[in-house]
């Protein structure tokens, strides 16, 4: 029986406004094209183009030149192919082929130097490489050290979302939250619109459990929102790392009554946000040493996780095609998707 006919996403009502870049639409062609210049798509170009790295790219950005723009939806771009050619692996039964892509990307995030056999044998590390190189470029030392921290906990957790897809290892729904935060690969990229916005807090607010949960809090809305965009997929492919799936899992309910609990658990979760974000704004003011200009900082820091929090969600619903593909509902691999990009060598 197909538990998902005539399956709608509902209305996560996110309570913010949100504005997008004016050359979002140029900054998706120019991250096409620069994926399709690495060799990472040479195929079902305009299906690729369809994901819309761009436009969610211009809708999280803030106010930053379009260069900014353009390099988080080459990020974006290699992000899609990195999770895409992961998940062909998975199906293929060809793990131990990620091996070597994974330690040559760990070793260049070490070393700040790519291995030339490594980065020889594919394009996916060449095109890491690449964008990565200027993306630290534009950062402090702090901040590269935290964005070069988030990558590696990205690549931990697609290998924990590899081991979640065997049978006699379904995560709990406890665990499976905490894992996607990370398999999100939301945290990199919020450090590169940090970046771009000349926002460098200093890790005594960071530390903050009120910071922390801010953070956490906007992952989850963002991350369970998508988990019900892409259930279509995930469901028809037996792929079980999605919220709902694990939810319906533990109650032994349908997945419509599953989307409906998600659903509730993320209007929840906004209000924790908020509920987070006014506290952390409080205990801010009541501390001496948090001057106006710090305070205005984290202000600003946390209006981008409010971006980020609506950009997503409407870039998901109105312009990203990916996840009403005929193709990806069925269950089946992006057309563009490269079968020989990382092989068992």
Known sequence: MNQLRNFSVPDFHLPFGNAKHPQAARANEEATAWVVGHGLVTDALEQFSGIGCGHLAGRVSGDVPYERVLLLAEWMAWSFVLDDQHDHLIRNGELAAWRPVVGAITAYLDTGRADERAEGRNSLVNGFVDVCERIVAGMSD???????????????????????RRADARPTVEDYILTRRNSSQLLPMMDMVEAGL???????????????????????????????????????CGDTNNLVSRIAARDGSSLGEAVREVETLIQVRIEEYLKAKQQLLDTLEADPATGPALRDEVARCVHTYEDWMIGTELWQRYECTRYSDERFAAGLEGAYTRPDLVSVA
Not at 142 to 164: G, I, M, T, W
Request: proline share 5%.
């Open 142 to 164: 702090a901040c590269a050290a935290r964005y070069r921290a988030h990558v590696r906990l990205v690549l931990r957790s697609l290998d924990q979302e590899a081991a979640n």
């Open 198 to 236: 000349g926002i460098d807090l200093p890790s005594r607010i960071t530390a903050l459990p009120e910071f922390q949960e801010v953070v956490a809090s906007t992952l989850d809305v963002i991350s369970w929102g998508n988990d019900v965009f892409s259930l279509p997929k995930e469901y028809a």
